[in-house]
């Protein structure tokens, strides 16, 4: 069976996961959230984002995080600006479709939203009531190309949105992966402070499931559980995922997890670098999206999985490399060697 | 700390389970539900109701598989028939109606519903097309309050419902306790056979999470994943549920932690009926309603938990009891002690 | 051909309206509302319910005010109590639901919401946020079963809902035929105190086409405009709908015309009561519920179309009359004559 | 006052239908379509189009006849394709999208859709289930740039929609306009032919207010009038529209409308492009969009009123200039007057 690097949740979980599951499996609890471990693992989240008001809400998927916040934060005639490489935009089968919302897509060269961009978008819907209102600014950390964004950007996001009445939501499927990288200079607290809301991802990060949704606007906080039970979301075993976030983040386990998968991916691109190769973007983050001729694709897939990307040219495709917190060292080092005889 | 015979989803999982989990954890595996997991409990599944052309989803919660069955099945002017007391008619928050539909509401003496029950709604709308057309009739077996479904009752509403176009579905969060009652007739084959779709409850009965949706007629079949998805219940890692089900229904322990479930809430009851109380319905699964006095209600208050349920009048009203698969001996032997005593 | 008292819009409109629209045919105005006509219009009826705040908007049918009114005052987790024969409940095709609402349905004797129902279901639906959030409360004036709220009714429900945070929608569908009732004691200004929101209908009561909604609370008039368009109900040439209210309202028209109805109503119902007949409900608007024999039925049938509404037993059914603006003396003569031949 | 090109919305309706109206005002009729002028409108539709099997259904705008058409035809996972010009896609509020469906909207250089168009977006959405399937192309003609299809065009598309399971909707609010354009091959049984559906626009030519949608496609035919009620558009007076429809087509008079539009367009455009002036895109409909300087557009502007459409760059714009069937022959040569005057 080859080694698969399509995507950072092939595995189960962090075995610290499976062992907390054990202990505390014959207690007791209160259900839908009310338990022990979700209230504890509120704690810690509020602690770590420096809010004490904050209101945390554990749901088991990111399209699921991404509808229920969404859904239950705008009015019907409210809309999103989002990257068209948004995954609300193109990938989550019209979830926030569904749910009566309109999503602007904005093409990016990055996956990242600028100020910019959002303000065309206000200025092309300006003959109301005709047009919708923009209400909410939806953009992924790191990004669904394996991008990330800065303080300054993030700063500047956050001030354009509260001068203009709109709500900054930060997807948070790998913000682990993120705030993990060697670039990167933004934190927890700082998430926290810019943007209205944010989901911390547990799926793609250790957790058998799990997204722990974070409501720091108090205007936004009211009444949240409604809209999660209403859309299915509400888990009679919330204490599932409050066992995974506790022990996902009562120490460093959780940044530890997301830093491996970036080291993976990092030495991976280096090689690749080295070699010669050019890529799609640049990454620092668990995905990288080398540029191959057609042959050295195929070369490769002799011994790995992996997703073909992008069409180049007749000759040339970009590849994703999506490595986790369970990529192994020895299974790197194989791929590396094969890299280095690509040529 | 008290113990609580409040519901069925107090504890966290049967111990196969978690084995299974650590056994399988490192496996690389394909997401949304392709993995080997999902596609061997399918299997099982299929073999189980004897219809190898059944598809099964698994989703992670009740709810989640009521709104995403009846949002995929219904077209927007069609609607719902089902018990008053039925899960979607006043405890899922609007759900069914937050995907477009009316859920038809019927009073009934046990949360069972009849052909005359369902005629009655078709008779009081026949001013089309200002008045819905309804399409599907939803029930739980066992009921919210206990009760079951025979293969009669069940092959009458099955009947009336081919004849008059119509879907019958079947929520069966506790169908494993309604199978396992000492007094049911119905089968896991009778049960598919007779529905259009259904799904076996695994979050009350011994799983972490999740819930198999089966759905037999072939016409409801297609293109279920995009319903899933758009509502947030294709799990990236669906091989959790997977791994749950597989487990659950390789042997009997699906049925046996369902028995042992019954059995318990069993001995309370003969308990209850030999000191003369009554009951608020006559039940044969895992909940039972007895009706005391507010001071004895008191009593067996002080060191078990339970909700009371309904008030009868000033003096008098019915609790509700729910065991489940970990329910122990001793903790029943010790509750019957104090029923015995409250006389 | 059969004359017909089967409902009150089988005839065009009041000549009145038709000789405006000719003179105003050809002027240009501004669309979507922003003519002349409609601002006027608007002026007039702020006038005439003695609120300059409140904010109106005109809707081409009943089933379109009451869905827009609806889904632009809830939030998604939000719902709504009705009585039974409300027509949203079950006569506009699930409308309120496809907008993603839920509607409480409450039996009444006579068509008529009062503060006990209402509380009956708020007590039913403490389970949070398991259960729905009650939020506003939908009542018609005059009823569907032609029966009408008496001043002291509408004040007891005003300060209940809110008292508890409910918002108070009445539909005037039939407004006009309530105030213009011999029993009545309610004006226009105090529909605009005491709810936060209504509408005049115009369809039921001489216009081609329209009813006006009234938003009085100042809370939920912001953004109305959006809510329109987004569901198809902002006309281009909204000019055709303030026209018509211009006329009907800038004298007595429209409640002249609500009475004509209703007198020609009451004439048939004397006559059988006179005969010894009994009714479903007593009314005093233009719908009568007169119980008759189902051979007198047929008899009167011969000449007349209406409906028969309810089987009463086997040999005796209530037929429902309605009466408009446009019901003539000669043919109510007629009418009365045959029902004084029936015995 | 000045005479405003801003729309072709800005006066009333023909004079012939105001007399129709008046003529059959107090024949008692049945309601909610079911009337004599509805049924007789709908068959000089059907004879006009040439096919006896079609289903029609009056309704009283173009938002409606959208949003309608596409929910009813649509199941949830299913989405629409637009041009990004298209009226749906940003100038109805997020109407399609608070149905639930997304709209794919596509750059176009003049508004109109071709099968690269199509074949494109399909092209991007191949990762099923996680991305929507496409389902109906929607087309508007003329566009509202004024463009119209040749039939050679709807053909290619109407053949790529059957071959791709697509269904083809065309949003006929200018249909008169452009089967009266001196470039058009095309004529309404065509239109009949090759699309699914489509609706033959009343408002905008003649009529108060209404549009005719036509269904051809059988399977999309059944249970319309449910979704019609549900959405608010099935009229009480439904006599109201059928009485417009059957006078405008019951000869001539409906096209006579549009080609009068579209003539007078067609003469200020001649003078336009005699004086040298360019064209954001060539028309031969009721739209023109010339460009001017903006001390030209101040001049023209202090007589007639009109929309300035684009800026072209600091000293350019385009303006937009709509005629409409009531637009004399004296107003056009005053305006092409000033037109000459200008440079």
Same mark, same amino acid.
């Given at each position: &069976?080859?080694?698969s690097?399509?995507?950072?949740?092939? %595995?189960?979980?962090?075995?610290?996961?499976?062992q907390?599951?054990?202990?505390?499996?014959?207690?007791?609890?209160?259900?839908?959230?009310?338990?022990?471990?979700?209230?504890?693992?509120?704690?810690?989240?509020?602690?770590?984002?420096?809010?004490?008001?904050?209101?945390?809400? @554990?749901?088991?998927?990111?399209?699921?995080?991404?509808? !229920?916040?969404?859904?239950?934060?705008?009015?019907?005639?409210?809309?999103?600006?989002?990257?068209? /490489?948004?995954?609300?935009?193109?990938? %989550?089968t019209?979830?926030?479709?569904?749910?009566?919302?309109?999503?602007?897509?904005?093409?990016?060269?990055?996956g990242?939203? /600028?100020?910019?961009?959002?303000?065309?978008?206000?200025?092309?819907?300006?003959?109301?009531?005709?047009?919708?209102?923009?209400?909410?600014?939806y953009?992924?950390?790191?990004? %669904?190309?394996?991008?990330?964004?800065?303080?300054?950007?993030?700063?500047?996001?956050?001030?354009?949105?509260?001068?203009?009445?709109?709500?900054?939501? &930060?997807?948070?499927?790998?913000?682990?992966?993120?705030?993990?990288?060697?670039?990167?200079?933004?934190?927890?607290?700082?998430?926290?402070?810019?943007?209205?809301?944010?989901?911390?991802?547990?799926?793609?990060?250790?957790?058998?499931?799990?997204?722990? !949704?974070?409501?720091?606007?108090?205007?936004?906080?009211? %009444?949240?559980?409604?809209? $999660?039970?209403?859309?299915?979301?509400?888990?009679?075993?919330?204490?599932?995922?409050?066992?995974?976030?506790?022990?996902?983040?009562?120490?460093?386990?959780y940044?530890?997890?997301?830093?491996?998968?970036? /080291?993976?991916? $990092?030495?991976?691109?280096?090689? @690749?670098?080295?070699?010669?190769?050019?890529?799609?973007?640049?990454? @620092?983050?668990?995905? !990288? @999206?080398?540029?191959?001729?057609?042959?050295?694709i195929?070369?490769?897939?002799?011994?790995?999985?992996?997703?073909?990307?992008?069409?180049?040219?007749?000759?040339?495709?970009?590849?994703?490399?999506?490595?986790?917190?369970?990529?192994?060292?020895?299974?790197?080092?194989?791929?590396?060697?094969?890299?280095?005889?690509?040529?």
């Amino acid at each position: &069976m080859k080694f698969s690097f399509k995507n950072d949740y092939s %595995e189960g979980c962090h075995p610290r996961i499976l062992q907390a599951l054990a202990e505390t499996n014959l207690m007791q609890q209160n259900g839908y959230g009310l338990d022990d471990y979700c209230l504890q693992a509120e704690d810690i989240i509020r602690k770590k984002i420096n809010n004490k008001n904050a209101k945390i809400y @554990f749901v088991s998927g990111g399209t699921q995080a991404n509808l !229920i916040v969404i859904s239950a934060f705008l009015r019907p005639h409210e809309s999103v600006i989002a990257a068209e /490489t948004g995954h609300i935009f193109t990938n %989550e089968t019209g979830a926030i479709e569904a749910t009566g919302h309109k999503v602007h897509g904005v093409p990016t060269s990055d996956g990242k939203l /600028t100020v910019n961009h959002i303000q065309e978008v206000l200025d092309h819907h300006q003959n109301k009531p005709h047009q919708l209102k923009q209400k909410l600014v939806y953009i992924s950390n790191s990004t %669904e190309v394996g991008t990330i964004y800065s303080k300054d950007e993030l700063q500047r996001l956050s001030s354009f949105c509260r001068e203009h009445n709109l709500f900054l939501f &930060m997807d948070g499927a790998r913000l682990g992966n993120a705030l993990s990288a060697e670039t990167n200079d933004v934190n927890l607290e700082d998430v926290a402070r810019l943007c209205d809301a944010f989901y911390l991802g547990g799926t793609k990060n250790g957790a058998l499931i799990g997204e722990a !949704i974070v409501i720091n606007n108090p205007a936004l906080q009211e %009444e949240f559980g409604f809209h $999660m039970k209403q859309k299915g979301a509400l888990l009679a075993k919330g204490r599932f995922l409050g066992i995974q976030f506790q022990e996902l983040l009562k120490d460093e386990l959780y940044f530890d997890l997301a830093k491996t998968a970036n /080291t993976q991916a $990092m030495k991976i691109k280096k090689v @690749f670098g080295e070699q010669g190769f050019h890529f799609l973007a640049e990454t @620092f983050t668990n995905q !990288i @999206f080398p540029i191959l001729k057609n042959s050295e694709i195929e070369k490769l897939s002799r011994n790995f999985d992996f997703y073909v990307w992008k069409k180049i040219d007749a000759e040339n495709s970009a590849i994703r490399l999506i490595t986790s917190w369970a990529t192994k060292d020895d299974v790197v080092e194989e791929f590396i060697r094969e890299v280095k005889n690509l040529k």
